[in-house]
């Protein structure tokens, strides 16, 4: 039986969604082939072993006194557990990082991986940091032709001249704007700023969370999402399944929209203009490929109101597997069930240690 590590909680902003997540995930790990070792990081980045998935679920894995690290030492593939004055080493085969948001899906631990020589699920370091990085996703995508929105790129030390920040934005897009933290998941510190008073607020939030910035024009449509699977990087083994719709109920949707506000919605196939749903599917491919994807992305996009245009938004390289995340939902829609996914998701982490 091989060994499964399972990483959850993290230091981002999106420690609580990765801990949903991760017993989502362990739920439906199949037992009868894998062995699951549960790891938690704290929001300190104490890295802690859990004792079982109830302990994730109401928190209390945060009381172990049982470490576990990943050894960058190849020679020991595995994990580093000290139990009080006892150290001990266990083998892994396979790592699922279910981790969101900065040093879980931006390329930091993907690097510990890569150090010590384990297989894992998911997005190597390259994927994982330009993708991440929306500034870096946004030069990539321009050389696919595949239309994004407009933006101003602002970083934090700039804003110590607040006036020169918001009259280059000014000169360069119309309000209302999106200011985003270029490495941040989960809509965490977006805001949508309506003048230049919600402007200088919006960007000061959003330096909060990121030392980069992107200011972009408004886009007026639907949000449309897909999801993909896939480990060759070959467009032909890109699965793009379906397309699903976010139906916020904020007025975008926002962290709290998204998961604190239960009138916000997905639906799944949703209907669209003709031809709209491939498009969309081969742009997710694209761009999953584009940026070196392997194992499972989830990529954003607007259909723009009165123009029935594709606006590409974002990649997530570690989408969510919550009760109300897309990823997992398109897969089922599909035929797909979420232990399949699961298991799919575990048969190409391991692939990567032989290719």
């Given at each position: 039986m091989?060994n ?15 801990c949903v ?10 037992v009868?082939?894998y ?5 938690g990081i ?16 109401n ?5 172990s ?5 990943i ?6 593939h595995g994990?580093i ?9 266990e ?7 279910v ?5 879980g899906e931006?390329g ?10 384990i ?11 330009v993708?991440?990085?929306k ?7 321009d050389?696919l ?30 309000y ?6 270029s490495n ?15 402007l ?33 990087g070959?467009?032909a ?5 379906a ?7 904020d007025?975008?949707y ?9 009138e ?13 749903q491939?498009?969309?599917?081969n ?7 584009a940026v070196d994807?392997f ?13 029935d ?17 897309m ?28 290719i």
């Amino acid at each position: 039986m091989k060994n499964i590590a399972v990483l959850f909680g993290g230091r981002s902003s999106e420690h609580e969604v990765s801990c949903v997540s991760a017993v989502t995930v362990i739920k439906n790990i199949d037992v009868s082939e894998y062995n699951v070792i549960m790891i938690g990081i704290t929001k300190a980045g104490k890295w802690l072993l859990a004792d079982n998935v109830e302990a994730i679920e109401n928190g209390t894995w945060t009381d172990s006194k049982i470490g576990a690290v990943i050894s960058p030492d190849s020679s020991d593939h595995g994990l580093i557990i000290t139990d009080g004055a006892k150290i001990s080493k266990e083998y892994i085969d396979c790592i699922f990082p279910v981790l969101h948001g900065l040093n879980g899906e931006d390329g930091t631990v993907q690097g510990l991986f890569e150090l010590s020589g384990i297989p894992y699920v998911g997005c190597g370091v390259l994927a994982s940091a330009v993708s991440m990085d929306k500034f870096f996703t946004k030069i990539i995508v321009d050389k696919l032709g595949i239309r994004q929105a407009r933006y101003v790129p602002v970083y934090s030390n700039m804003l110590d001249n607040m006036d020169g920040v918001t009259e280059r934005v000014e000169a360069e897009l119309e309000y209302p704007v999106f200011v985003k933290p270029s490495n941040a998941g989960s809509s965490r510190g977006v805001s949508k700023a309506h003048d230049r008073a919600e402007l200088e607020d919006a960007l000061r939030l959003a330096a909060l969370h990121d030392r980069k910035i992107l200011v972009e024009e408004t886009i007026v449509g639907r949000e449309l999402e897909c999801a993909v699977l896939g480990g060759s990087g070959v467009t032909a083994d890109a699965n793009v399944p379906a397309v699903g719709e976010v139906v916020a109920a904020d007025e975008f949707y926002s962290y709290d929209a998204k998961y604190n506000n239960e009138e916000s919605k997905t639906v799944i196939n949703p209907e669209l203009p003709e031809g709209k749903q491939e498009e969309i599917r081969n742009a997710a491919a694209a761009v999953f490929n584009a940026v070196d994807g392997f194992g499972l992305a989830r990529v954003d996009f607007f259909l723009e109101k009165g123009t029935d245009e594709i606006v590409f938004n974002e990649i997530n390289t570690l989408p969510g597997f919550t009760s109300i995340s897309m990823f997992p939902m398109l897969f089922e829609a599909s035929g797909l069930p979420v232990n399949e996914q699961i298991s799919k998701l575990i048969e190409l982490g391991c692939m990567r240690g032989r290719i």
